[in-house]
C-alpha cells in the first residue's frame, strides 16, 4: 500500500513552467501598455513635441494719444534763454556765491573780481569832486567881489570920480571872475562824470544774475583770472552758465514732407527718456522759417503747457504731433498687447503667456482699440510676454523657442 501511494506522487511539470511564463508576459503586457500611455501623455502635454519657434512680444503701456498721433519726431530740451555770465573787467575772481543748481533772482550778485584799483578810481574821483566843488566857490566869491567893485566904479564913472581905465580894469576882472565861475562848474560836472564812470567800472568787478535762472554749470573757481576776452592761458571767459527754466522748450527736426502736417498752437504730447511714465502736454510755438539743406528738415519748437521741476536742459525728448488735445480721462496710460496677439478663441478672447519656455492659453478681457494695440483690461499685465505668431501651432503648455519682437 505504501508503495502505491508514493507511485501516484508525481510533479505536473508542464503546471509549474506554464504559470510563471504567464505573469511574465502579463507583467510586460501591463508595462507596456503602461509605457504607452505615459508617451501618449507626454506627448499630449506637449513634452514630446519638438519647440515650436515663435516671435513674442510684450504687454506695453501705452497711451490713448496714439490712436490721434500725426507724426513723431525726436529732439532736445532747450534754454530759449541762457547766458554765460561774465565781466567787462579782467581780473582774478575772489568771491562766488553759488554753484550749479543754485536759484537765482535778477540783479543778484554771483561772484566778485578783486577791484582795489576800481576802488581807488572811484577815491580819486571823488576827491577831484570836492576840489572842483572847493574851486566854484572860491570862483564865485571872487565874482562876488568883482560884480561889487565894477557896479561900484560904474557910478564913480557916471559922476566923473574916477578915470575910464579904471572902470575898464574892474569890468575886465567881473568878466574874468565870470568865467571861472563857469569853468568851475563844467569842472565839477567833468569830475562827477568821472565819479560815475569809476562806479560802472567798481560795479563790473561785480557779476550779477542777468534774469531769474538756475546755475547749469560753474566754469571758474576763486582764484581763476577771468577775462571777457578769455584768450590768456588759464583764464577764463565766464564764471557760470545759466538758464531761465521757464524758457526751457523743446527742439525737433521734422521731415521737409512732413511739415504740412505740422502747424502753429498745434497740440503734442511731450515724453522725455529720463522721466518715461509722465506725458507732458505741449503746443507748437514756433515753426523756424529756414530749412537745414543737409538733413532736408525744419526745426519746430514746442513749448510745455505744464511746468516740472524735473525738466532741464539738453535732456532728450520724444514729441507726438496730435490732431486734437488730449483730454483730462486720456492722460493716463493703458496696459494694451499688440492685436496680433490676440486669439478668440470658444468666445473667448485668449493670448499664450510664455513661462520658461511654454505657451500658456490665458484669457484675457479687452477693451478699445489703439492703431495696432488693444487695450486689455484683466488677464495679463505690463511686462509680460506673450506669443505674438504663429498661434495656429501653439496649444497650452506647448514648448516653444521665443523670437523677440
Known amino acids: ?20 511564463f504567464k505573469r511574465k508576459r502579463r507583467f510586460y503586457l501591463i508595462a507596456v501598455l503602461l509605457i504607452i500611455g505615459v508617451v501618449v501623455i507626454l506627448y499630449a ?22 490712436a490721434f498721433t500725426l507724426l513723431n519726431a525726436s529732439g532736445y530740451v532747450v534754454a530759449q534763454r541762457k547766458a554765460a555770465v561774465a565781466s567787462k573787467l579782467t581780473g582774478r575772481l575772489v568771491s562766488l556765491a553759488v554753484e550749479e543748481g543754485s536759484r537765482v533772482k535778477e540783479g543778484q550778485i554771483i561772484a566778485r573780481l578783486e577791484s582795489d584799483d576800481a576802488v581807488a578810481a572811484k577815491d580819486q574821483a571823488s576827491a577831484n569832486l570836492n576840489v572842483a566843488r572847493f574851486n566854484l566857490d572860491q570862483a564865485r566869491a571872487e565874482l562876488y567881489d568883482a560884480t561889487l567893485t565894477r557896479n561900484r566904479n560904474k557910478d564913480l564913472l557916471s559922476k566923473g570920480y574916477i578915470a575910464q581905465s579904471e572902470y575898464d580894469a574892474s569890468d575886465a576882472r567881473y568878466k574874468k571872475a565870470a568865467a571861472a565861475v563857469a569853468a568851475a562848474e563844467a569842472a565839477i560836472k567833468a569830475s562827477a562824470a568821472a565819479l560815475q564812470a569809476a562806479d560802472v567800472s567798481l560795479e563790473y568787478a561785480l557779476i550779477r544774475a542777468p534774469f531769474d535762472a538756475v546755475v547749469l554749470t560753474k566754469n571758474a573757481d576763486i582764484g581763476d583770472i577771468v577775462t571777457p576776452i578769455g584768450a590768456a592761458a588759464n583764464a577764463k571767459a565766464a564764471v557760470v552758465t545759466v538758464a531761465d527754466m521757464n524758457s526751457l522748450q523743446v527742439e525737433v527736426d521734422v521731415s521737409e514732407s512732413n511739415l504740412q502736417r505740422v502747424k502753429i498752437d498745434q497740440p503734442c504730447e511731450i515724453q522725455l527718456d529720463a522721466i518715461p511714465d509722465t506725458r507732458f502736454r505741449g503746443l507748437i510755438h514756433m515753426i ?33 504731433f496730435l490732431s486734437r488735445p488730449v483730454k483730462s480721462d486720456e492722460q493716463k496710460p493703458l496696459t494694451a498687447v499688440h492685436k496680433i496677439a490676440v486669439l478668440a478663441r470658444n468666445g473667448k478672447n485668449v493670448v499664450f503667456l510664455v513661462k520658461e519656455n511654454r ?9 478699445s482699440q489703439l492703431n495696432e ?8 499685465k505690463a511686462g509680460d510676454r506673450v506669443v505674438m505668431k504663429p498661434l495656429d501651432k501653439i496649444r497650452n503648455g506647448s514648448r516653444i523657442k521665443t523670437a523677440e519682437k
Request: hydrophobic fraction near 40%; avoid cysteine.
Open 359 to 367: 505657451a500658456f492659453e490665458t484669457p484675457i478681457t479687452t477693451g
Open 373 to 380: 494695440m488693444i487695450e486689455v483690461l484683466s488677464g495679463v
Open 1 to 20: 500500500m505504501a508503495d502505491e501511494d508514493l507511485s501516484k506522487l508525481k510533479i505536473d511539470k508542464s503546471a509549474t513552467v506554464t504559470r510563471p
Open 288 to 320: 523756424v522759417p529756414t530749412a537745414d539743406r543737409t538733413k532736408a528738415t525744419v526745426l519746430v519748437k514746442v513749448r510745455f503747457i505744464d511746468k516740472d521741476n524735473r525738466i532741464l536742459p539738453e535732456m532728450s525728448a520724444k514729441v507726438a
Open 45 to 66: 502635454q506637449g513634452i514630446l513635441t519638438p519647440a515650436v519657434q515663435v516671435e513674442v512680444t510684450s504687454v506695453t503701456q501705452v497711451y490713448p494719444s496714439q
